[in-house]
């Protein structure tokens, strides 16, 4: 992404209502999938750092990004060392090491997403989890893809293919961001017929601040929904990944 696109999430990331509203929501779904406090965690592509400081409350976190521009910037926040890496290579840490992997919108800039994931499920020892969310369905592809450079969007066949295809096991796949899904399909489709979908520009905007908190209070709401079930469609995919045991997985 060009360097402008990076210091704008900089800037609102800590209070933009996606952002703030899926921290909440990774907030309560992540410790059921770590087996104690001191698990070792890693986020691939943590970017400008938006989830470093809840993943680091979390367990002991490190951090790998490819853009320097935005590894520069999550460095700067001081919570945890940001290694220079990417998938399917270099990845700067031992295999085997992780209980928890994240990859948060992530895997949508990765050209060979089959590779990225096998080489990702080497980091995790045994019993660890991949935790992946990606942006849902082609037919919402808008400029806010094209500035961020996405090579795709997925639907939850689409992620469970392709993790499977990695020899992967799926524990859970489904969508969230449900509840905005009318607004923003609605948004995207008008966005369409404009001819704008191509164009340059990203959705990283704060809103005035009264529709930033009633943007975020209602996508956060879905925190008490999703550690029980995920929703049958929404603007994002989630899955929770584990290996096969004994399985060995496929070169990258």
């Given at each position: ?8 999430m ?73 290694q ?68 795709r969007?997925?639907t ?27 607004l ?67 070169d990258?």
């Amino acid at each position: 992404m060009r360097p402008e696109v990076y210091r704008e999430m900089a800037a609102v990331q800590a209070s933009h209502w996606w952002f703030a509203a899926r921290r909440r929501i990774l907030a309560r779904l992540i410790p059921p999938l770590l087996p104690d406090a001191q698990a070792e965690i890693l986020e691939i592509g943590c970017g400008t750092g938006a989830n470093l400081a809840l993943l680091a409350g979390l367990g002991r976190l490190s951090a790998m990004e490819y853009e320097p521009e935005a590894a520069a910037l999550a460095r700067a926040l001081g919570v945890c060392p940001v290694q220079p890496g990417g998938l399917p290579a270099p990845v700067p840490f031992d295999d085997g090491r992780f209980a928890l992997v994240c990859l948060l919108d992530v895997l949508e800039h990765i050209a060979d997403d089959r590779a990225a994931l096998a080489r990702a499920a080497r980091l995790l020892a045994p019993g660890g989890r991949l935790l992946v969310t990606v942006p849902a369905y082609r037919w919402l592809w808008s400029a806010h893809d094209t500035a961020h450079q996405h090579h795709r969007r997925y639907t939850a066949a689409s992620l469970r293919g392709v993790a499977e295809a990695a020899g992967l096991r799926v524990q859970r796949i489904g969508h969230f961001n449900t509840l905005l899904f009318p607004l923003i399909a609605l948004a995207r489709l008008a966005q369409r017929l404009r001819g704008a979908a191509d164009a340059e520009g990203s959705d990283a905007r704060l809103p005035p601040a009264p529709l930033n908190q009633l943007l975020e209070a209602v996508f956060a709401s879905e925190r008490f929904v999703l550690p029980r079930v995920l929703l049958p469609f929404g603007v994002s995919v989630l899955a929770v990944l584990e290996c096969e045991p004994g399985a060995a997985l496929p070169d990258t």
